[in-house]
T-cell receptor
């Protein structure tokens, strides 16, 4: 069974731009969660989608948004990028069991 | 604010020794507990999960949970240099997939 995939793996943007990241969960998994990981703040929860609905949301500004499609693939968008948005963005998928499985991540650098 | 705390380390143990990693959490409603291993530059990898008080063993790994003390630990027996990584404790309240991660403990196994 294929794991969680994320695209792109690396991204370089400049301040003020916007970015869209994509995540394809493990086949059959309907829950997709997004996390931001930085050296200073660790792994922080952004939001979770289940069956195309946002079920949980972390404490991030409205510049961070997401969506989920009918095939469970998910995208997250960050608008008006700031230098502090530079991070590793991780997607995790869950099935009927509670565990989360992470993708390889997208490393975003904002210049 | 739900919090998960871990000693950041580094924790250094000699090869073949037992490594003991600890985690405390603030939310008494937490229902499921996870340990992830993260190698430098990689995404977190699920090692173990535990839901009930007591011990759960899987190979060289043992997870221990004490809900009354809001404490969960991970023991690694016969530690190997390949176990050198950051170990993340995660806690879920079971409402959706709103995981809260600790800052991680860096483990170094010395040959």
């Amino acid at each position: 069974k294929a794991g969680v995939t994320q695209t792109p793996r690396y991204l370089i943007k400049t301040r003020g731009q916007q970015v869209t990241l994509s995540c394809s969960p493990i086949s059959g998994h309907r829950s997709v969660s997004w996390y931001q990981q930085t050296p200073g703040q660790g792994l922080q929860f952004l939001f979770e989608y289940f069956s195309e609905t946002q079920r949980n949301k972390g404490n991030f500004p409205g510049r961070f948004s997401g969506r989920q499609f009918s095939n469970s693939r998910s995208e997250m968008n960050v608008s008006t990028l700031e230098l502090g948005d530079s991070a590793l963005y991780l997607c995790a998928s869950s099935g009927t069991i509670n565990e989360q499985f992470f993708g390889p991540g997208t490393r975003l650098t904002v210049l | 604010q739900k919090e998960v705390e871990q000693n950041s380390g580094p924790l250094s143990v000699p090869e073949g020794a037992i490594a003991s990693l600890n985690c405390t959490y603030s939310d008494r409603g937490s229902q499921s507990f996870f340990w992830y291993r993260q190698y430098s530059g990689k995404s977190p990898e699920l090692i173990m999960f535990i839901y009930s008080n007591g011990d759960k063993e899987d190979g060289r790994f043992t997870a221990q949970l004490n809900k009354a003390s809001q404490y969960v630990s991970l023991l690694i027996r016969d530690s190997q240099p390949s176990d050198s990584a950051t170990y993340l404790c995660a806690v879920n309240s079971n409402y959706g997939q709103n995981f809260v991660f600790g800052p991680g403990t860096r483990l170094s196994v010395l040959p």
